[in-house]
């Protein structure tokens, strides 16, 4: 297994790592004096430096905008796809709602890959790269895929909410096209969400059901499942009906609360303390090579 992305101070020395396949989550470091350092890849993307501010309000930082973005596009998800919202409101702004939504997954989406590809290498580096990092291709970091995986699919959401909104405005009561989540932008969520799980889990599973990152990672799977399970639903059969419409509208709506519940938490997870102080003692260790 490979080292992980970060330059280590003089006098450091890799003991070893953790990850999914070529990919390293965590790492072992031993610093010149014999202590041990642990370093995980979620961390250290979240928290270059000193993290300041107040966990509910820091407009100043990434990581809070990116908490309450997801957090109110993934409001008017759970309203768009609310049966007595859409019937309250009528059609048109029920696909507004859902547009809306999609804007606000898309820049919170942004923010995410501007984070991941504005990570530091130098250990312990109290700034972020410049924008020139939004264009350094990083296939080596499992983090980068799965920032790059959403953003897409969030680009996706965009151009599939504004075709239904924009078809919808001219479209007879009995042919108005309602949004529905779509196979292409769920299965990105669904990716970048695996990733990002595989990330905080270090491979494919881990049960760490008392830290954060692991309940919003978890969160953010089953919100992406519940996407996917809302797209099959959606499929239109050869006579015009959905497969299932309830089916359809529950998925979306578990979906959002699940992406909702993980947003929030997102702002505490900013001013937490640094969790990988120490190896966890699940972390089986794995010589580099």
Known sequence: MRGAYVDLPEGWTRLGGRGLGPFVTREVFRRPDGTQVAWGSRWHRKHPGTTAGSTWWAPRAIAWWIGVLFAI?????????????????????????????????????????????????????????????????????????????????????????????????????GHHPVWRPDALGSVCFLVSSWLSWAEECDGPFAWRP?????????????????????????YVKPNGDLVSLALTNLGTFVGAICFLIGAVLLLPERTLANPSAEPQPDQRVITST
């Open 210 to 234: 008392s830290s954060i990152s692991w309940q919003i990672t978890m969160l953010n799977l089953l919100g992406s499942v519940a996407f996917g399970v809302s797209a099959i639903a959606s």
């Open 73 to 173: 596009g993934s409001i008017c998800f759970a309203l768009g796809s609310f049966p007595p919202y859409a019937t309250g409101v009528g059609t048109n702004p029920d696909d507004l709602t859902y547009f809306i939504g999609s804007i606000f997954f898309t820049t919170a989406s942004f923010l995410v890959y501007y984070e991941t590809a504005s990570t530091p290498t130098a250990l312990g580096a109290a700034h972020r790269l410049g924008l020139r990092s939004l264009f350094r291709v990083q296939h080596h970091r499992i983090d980068w895929w799965a920032a790059i995986i959403q953003f897409a699919g969030t680009l996706w959401f965009n151009r599939t909410t504004l075709s239904a909104l924009v078809v919808g405005l001219g479209a007879s009561p």
